[in-house]
């Protein structure tokens, strides 16, 4: 079994990067053998992926959004739209940079932008859009980011570790400010590796770094749940829930009651390094706080009502073991 022990642990994260890009070249591997002489393919250019994923050449997070789009589409028979996604998968190749900082506009990544708006906006309950944020914004935040990373790197550099293996691509967006949901960030299964970020959201270093605990610690649990769900229950079935106004799946509100104890952990070890200056104590405080509200409440849903798998039950079961140590 995986180990699923709470404190962030760069080592882990690095081996659960590498299980994810397999378990893809595996998947890769099985429909090449599956659809040869069906659907016209470059099957050295397949054979070269499939290699370099088991390698652990580190492709974006398109190549999985191609994968999960290229499933379906071979699945109900859509030929065509399978050779099409099947030849731009080919056509993918591995970052150069183990990260990228990017906007949503940067050419590197135009092509799959739709794909990302797509992958991303998957609730039919709440919809949102992602738009490119102005240059000016853009650069402002990168210097942020840079700062909370370093931050992260010299104080918490086991949480650092982490958030290097499992983010390989940070998409700065903006969102529509005439909707009535505003995305701040997330990530996709369908995307491993990539966090979109509200470059108009996160106002302070300290806010940007428990952001930023608490994607990679979604992408955690995206990981641990690679070979078994955490949640048996359906995603039809909707639970109302302290952590959200509107009703939620049982795998949502688990996500955001594991991700709560990770916020608050990392907030506790800044506020314990001594480098935070008052005002910035005062946020981590505050937020510490409501990280430790949000997680009760949360766990509170989950125990009444959560139809956890064994992984679910040991990866839930160490997050309360961390909060019931801080009395």
């Given at each position: 079994?995986?180990?699923?022990?709470?404190?962030?642990?760069?080592?882990?994260?690095?081996?659960?990067?590498?299980?994810?890009?397999?378990?893809?070249?595996?998947?890769?591997?099985?429909?090449?053998?599956?659809?040869?002489?069906?659907?016209?393919?470059?099957?050295?250019?397949?054979?070269?992926?499939?290699?370099?994923?088991?390698?652990?050449?580190?492709?974006?997070?398109?190549?999985?959004?191609?994968?999960?789009?290229?499933?379906?589409?071979?699945?109900?028979?859509?030929?065509?739209?399978?050779?099409?996604?099947?030849?731009?998968?080919?056509?993918?190749?591995?970052?150069?940079?183990?990260?990228?900082?990017?906007?949503?506009?940067?050419?590197?990544?135009?092509?799959?932008?739709?794909?990302?708006?797509?992958?991303?906006?998957?609730?039919?309950?709440?919809?949102?859009?992602?738009?490119?944020?102005?240059?000016?914004?853009?650069?402002?935040?990168?210097?942020?980011?840079?700062?909370?990373?370093?931050?992260?790197?010299?104080?918490?550099?086991?949480?650092?570790?982490?958030?290097?293996?499992?983010?390989s691509q940070v998409i700065l967006v903006a969102g529509?400010?005439?909707?009535?949901?505003?995305?701040?960030?997330?990530?996709?299964?369908?995307?491993?590796?990539?966090?979109?970020?509200?470059?108009?959201?996160?106002?302070?270093?300290?806010?940007?770094?428990?952001?930023?605990?608490?994607?990679?610690?979604?992408?955690?649990?995206?990981?641990?749940?690679?070979?078994?769900?955490?949640?048996?229950?359906?995603?039809?079935?909707?639970?109302?829930?302290?952590?959200?106004?509107?009703?939620?799946?049982?795998?949502?509100?688990?996500?955001?009651?594991?991700?709560?104890?990770?916020?608050?952990?990392?907030?506790?070890?800044?506020?314990?390094?001594?480098?935070?200056?008052?005002?910035?104590?005062?946020?981590?405080?505050?937020?510490?706080?409501?990280?430790?509200?949000?997680?009760?409440?949360?766990?509170?849903i989950v125990a009444r009502h959560g139809d956890l798998?064994?992984?679910?039950?040991?990866?839930?079961?160490?997050?309360?073991?961390?909060?019931?140590?801080?009395?």
């Amino acid at each position: 079994m995986i180990d699923v022990s709470f404190i962030p642990n760069g080592s882990r994260a690095r081996a659960l990067d590498r299980r994810m890009r397999r378990s893809l070249a595996d998947s890769l591997d099985y429909i090449g053998t599956e659809i040869s002489g069906v659907i016209p393919f470059d099957q050295q250019a397949l054979a070269h992926l499939v290699y370099s994923l088991r390698q652990g050449a580190r492709y974006p997070p398109s190549t999985f959004g191609l994968y999960a789009e290229l499933v379906p589409a071979l699945t109900d028979g859509h030929t065509t739209t399978a050779e099409q996604l099947l030849t731009e998968l080919l056509a993918e190749r591995p970052q150069t940079v183990n990260s990228q900082l990017l906007s949503l506009d940067d050419p590197l990544i135009a092509l799959q932008v739709p794909r990302y708006q797509r992958l991303m906006d998957s609730d039919p309950v709440t919809r949102f859009t992602m738009q490119a944020p102005s240059a000016a914004v853009a650069t402002t935040f990168k210097h942020r980011f840079q700062r909370a990373h370093h931050l992260l790197r010299t104080t918490i550099p086991e949480l650092a570790a982490e958030f290097d293996a499992l983010v390989s691509q940070v998409i700065l967006v903006a969102g529509d400010h005439t909707a009535d949901y505003q995305f701040d960030g997330g990530s996709c299964y369908m995307l491993w590796g990539g966090l979109f970020l509200n470059a108009e959201s996160h106002p302070n270093d300290v806010a940007l770094a428990e952001v930023m605990a608490h994607e990679s610690a979604h992408l955690l649990l995206f990981g641990y749940a690679c070979d078994e769900a955490l949640v048996n229950n359906d995603d039809a079935t909707l639970y109302t829930s302290p952590l959200r106004d509107d009703p939620r799946p049982m795998d949502g509100i688990y996500h955001a009651t594991y991700v709560s104890a990770r916020m608050h952990w990392a907030m506790s070890q800044l506020l314990d390094s001594g480098v935070l200056d008052e005002p910035a104590r005062h946020f981590a405080e505050t937020a510490r706080q409501s990280d430790l509200e949000n997680f009760i409440a949360g766990h509170e849903i989950v125990a009444r009502h959560g139809d956890l798998t064994a992984t679910g039950s040991a990866v839930m079961a160490a997050a309360a073991a961390y909060i019931d140590t801080i009395g």
